[in-house]
């Protein structure tokens, strides 16, 4: 979808529905696996959350794991943790090229620290692992980088979502109804404890 139009479709979206007023960022770079970025994207604006595609900087647009492209609307560098509620980031082989990109790491770990949502599905693990802000909690992933978790020191679970405070995980795709229906739940619950900076940089 062409950036301008997604920006103006937001703009009137956010008025009405269970988590209006809320900002969501989607972290997206080469790769993504298209239903961990789409589904979560359709679901918050239906919900009525104003929501982001923020990359890395490497390029405006980028292309799935199937050749599906999105194009972004600020680059990590060019935001922070403070102008959104959460930070939702999906699998696929994209978290292995975001963790290469300091601003993205340090997007995730700052939302983390603001107790902001950080839900990660599948191979997002991997960048839960890089912001260090596993250890010691109870997460979950894709079965293949369960050692990646626990050596980062999570506590690794295997089942469809783990919710521990502010952080959710799941395993894949076919955890996606799950992933989505605590990620509202924990916005719903966040709704009037703070209030993001309303100002978003849109990239150029």
């Not at 199937?66 to 930070?87: C, I, L, N, R, W």
Request: aromatic share 6%.
């Amino acid at each position: 979808m062409d950036k301008d139009a997604r920006a103006t479709e937001q703009a009137t979206d956010g008025s009405a529905g269970e988590l209006a007023g809320l900002r969501v960022a989607i972290l997206a770079e080469t790769l993504y696996e298209d239903l961990e970025l789409w589904y979560p994207y359709y679901r918050l604006r239906e919900a009525g959350a104003d929501v982001f595609v923020v990359g890395s900087g490497s390029a405006e647009t980028y292309q799935s794991k199937h050749g599906y492209p999105v194009t972004v609307d600020a680059e990590a560098d060019t935001v922070t943790a403070s102008q959104f509620d959460a930070v939702i980031i999906p699998g696929g082989y994209s978290p292995d090229h975001m963790r290469r990109h300091p601003g993205m790491v340090k997007l995730v770990r700052e939302a983390h620290e603001q107790g902001k949502v950080v839900a990660a599905i599948c191979h997002a693990g991997w960048m839960l692992a890089s912001a260090n802000i596993v250890r010691g909690r109870t997460a979950t992933s894709f079965r293949s980088i369960k050692d990646d978790m626990v050596n980062a020191g999570a506590n690794w679970v295997d089942r469809e979502v783990v919710r521990d405070g502010s952080l959710v995980t799941s395993r894949s795709p076919a955890d996606l109804p799950a992933f989505m229906r605590t990620i509202i739940v924990a916005l719903k619950e966040r709704r009037g404890t703070t209030t993001p900076e309303r100002q978003v940089a849109l990239a150029g």
